[in-house]
């Protein structure tokens, strides 16, 4: 079984868009750290074919699925919001599948699913996905990359 992770922010969560439509946005310290907003992890909106495509992924017994992302340190509700939001949307499904780190170098796995080299993604050890570059702008050309796994 191959282990794949999939990051959270601009691959499953459209945290932009969640920004640009909070009302304090504008407002110091959050114009300059708009990821220490209250509750901002709490309710975001999913990107485009991202819950389908996850859906897909967790009931495929080939691979085996954990969520990697990273909760701003001052932050300290987003460590909680993340797994609330996570089981909002997929329930059950992903019991203790979520890692919060600051080093995703360090995770030993096949496949990493991420839109940015933050935060060690860059250094990750086996495969990189890049979720919104021009190989794999969007879910569908991930499932299709991994179904060639
Ligand atoms: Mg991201």
């Not at 991202?50 to 969520?67: G, M």
């Not at 939001?85 to 780190?101: S, V």
Request: charged share 25%.
């Amino acid at each position: 079984m191959k282990i794949i992770y999939i990051d959270l922010d601009g691959v499953i969560a459209d945290f932009i868009t969640a920004i640009e439509n909070h009302p304090l946005r504008n407002q110091a310290p959050y114009d300059i750290h708009p990821d220490t907003i209250p509750n901002i992890f709490l309710n975001l909106g999913t990107i485009p074919g991202a819950f389908d495509a996850v859906n897909t992924l967790l009931d495929d017994n080939r691979f085996e699925i954990y969520f990697l992302s990273t909760a701003p340190w001052n932050n300290t509700s987003a460590w909680t919001d993340k797994r609330i939001w996570l089981e909002n949307l997929f329930g059950n499904k992903i019991n203790r599948r979520l890692i919060l780190t600051h080093r995703k170098d360090l995770l030993k796995g096949d496949v990493l699913i991420d839109d940015r080299p933050n935060n060690g993604a860059e250094h990750f050890q086996g495969k990189i996905l890049e979720f919104a570059s021009t190989e794999f702008p969007d879910w569908g050309s991930i499932l299709k990359e991994l179904e060639q796994e």
